[in-house]
């Protein structure tokens, strides 16, 4: 059973230029989420998607940043017109389905990370 | 939303030492991990505890929910175990990560 996959390990983009960052969530979950590391900080939470659906975008950045999650395929994080503030890692997690109406009881899974450089 | 701290910031350790990481949180929370993200910026799942003791080799976890801390206990410590570790709090649509303790284990 593979594992988080997200790909690429390292991307690197010239200001103004797009970055497209793809995770693929274990077989069988069906939530992802986005974070964010900067060099010598905690991961802060970006947003949570289910299939076809953004559940929570409240860490996203109100410009530049989306994120889409489709039915078949892996969820994307997308950011337009990159500046240097953008270099950081994106991580991707997911989790199996969550009982109805509740969030607990979820587990977290992590990818390998991608690596953002933006010269 | 909610805060979660750790502590220490830093630790040094000469290998076979024991050592003690704290987490706590500022709230209520569904569930909590413990993750650690060796030099290479991987991130490996420790223990899901959100209540209880749990134990997987030389590592332990405690959390306290009533009390809104959980601890992380690593024995006889080795050069391996360096890197940083992270307490994640489910609280609400989102998990929400301490700023980590940064272990180095020196032979």
């Known amino acids: 059973n593979a594992g988080v996959m997200q790909n690429p390990r390292h991307l690197v983009r010239r200001r103004g230029q797009e970055a497209r960052l793809r995770c693929s969530p274990m077989k069988g979950h069906s939530h992802v989420y986005w974070y964010r590391q900067l060099p010598e900080e905690g991961l802060k939470f970006m947003v949570y998607l289910q299939k076809e659906n953004i559940i929570d975008e409240s860490g996203m950045p109100k410009e530049r940043f989306s994120a889409e999650f489709p039915k078949e395929g892996p969820s994307i994080l997308r950011i337009q017109q990159v500046v240097r503030g953008d270099s950081a890692a994106y991580f991707c997690?997911?989790?199996?389905?969550?009982?109805?109406?509740?969030?607990?009881?979820?587990?977290?899974?992590f990818g390998s990370g991608t690596q953002l450089s933006v010269l | 939303g909610i805060q979660v701290e750790q502590s220490p910031p830093d630790l040094i350790l000469q290998e076979g030492a024991n050592s003690t990481l704290r987490c706590n949180f500022s709230d209520s929370v569904n569930n909590l991990q413990w993750f650690h993200q060796n030099p290479w910026g991987q991130l490996i799942n420790l223990f899901y505890?959100?209540?209880g003791t749990k134990q997987n080799g030389r590592l332990s976890a405690t959390t306290v929910a009533t009390e809104r801390y959980s601890l992380l206990y690593i024995s006889s410590s080795q050069t391996t175990d360096s890197g940083v570790y992270f307490c994640a709090v489910d609280h609400g649509n989102q998990f929400y990560f301490g700023t980590g303790t940064s272990l180095t284990v020196i032979p």
């Open positions: 997690a997911s989790s199996p389905t969550a009982q109805a109406g509740t969030f607990g009881n979820e587990k977290l899974f």
């Open positions: 505890i959100p209540s």
